[in-house]
């Protein structure tokens, strides 16, 4: 049986059942994005690794391997890394059937919020002429500019705020 015997194939046998058993245990699972925007990275490191795809909150993401801090994901046909902090296991419970958030009676303004102003906006500053309106012309044109989320997550993660503050993701 050569040098190591029986005890070093059993050892083999035995790593190489564990590394199976945790592909397996990953293969067909489903996550879900527990932020409002959840990116998925072509690799691990968020300096040097390129933004793969953008899942918003709720979204099923296929997990293909867990490791200690990152998952590496489908979504969509695409593959990359995700923190494990931006997923959950369970599907948030304020989802309905369709995968649109419900809303309760305090719910409005913030999902308005998530809208752009248009027709809300107008409506308001026809109805309070002394509101400084630039402001919300402003917020409309960084909500119809398509980079906004990306010069959002460069400055979050250059000033560790957010996702990137003490722990959060890398």
């Known amino acids: 049986m050569g040098r190591h015997g029986w005890g070093g194939l059993a050892l083999g046998a035995a790593v190489?059942?564990?590394i199976l058993a945790t592909a397996?245990?990953?293969g067909g699972e489903t996550v879900y994005a527990r932020r409002p925007s959840v990116t998925?990275?072509?690799?691990?490191?968020p300096f040097?690794?390129?933004v793969v795809a953008r899942v918003r909150y709720g979204e099923k993401i296929e997990v293909l391997e867990r490791g200690?801090?990152?998952?590496?994901?489908r979504y969509r046909g695409a593959e990359?890394?995700?923190?494990a902090a931006n997923v959950s296991d369970r599907k948030p419970r304020d989802?309905?059937?369709?995968?649109a958030v419900r809303l309760g009676a305090g719910d409005v303004s913030g999902g308005a919020a998530a809208r752009p102003f248009g027709e809300v906006a107008r409506t308001y500053g026809a109805n309070h002429p002394k509101a400084d309106m630039a402001a919300v012309?402003?917020?409309?044109?960084?909500v119809e500019d398509k980079k906004w989320t990306e010069r959002l997550d460069a400055f979050q993660r250059a000033g560790r705020l957010g996702d990137y503050a003490q722990g959060g993701a890398q």
């Open 16 to 18: 190489f059942v564990a």
């Open 24 to 26: 397996l245990a990953a």
């Open 40 to 45: 998925i990275r072509s690799s691990q490191d």
């Open 48 to 50: 040097e690794s390129k």
């Open 68 to 73: 200690d801090r990152w998952l590496r994901v």
């Open 80 to 83: 990359g890394f995700v923190h």
């Open 95 to 99: 989802l309905d059937e369709r995968g």
């Open 137 to 142: 012309q402003t917020m409309e044109r960084i």
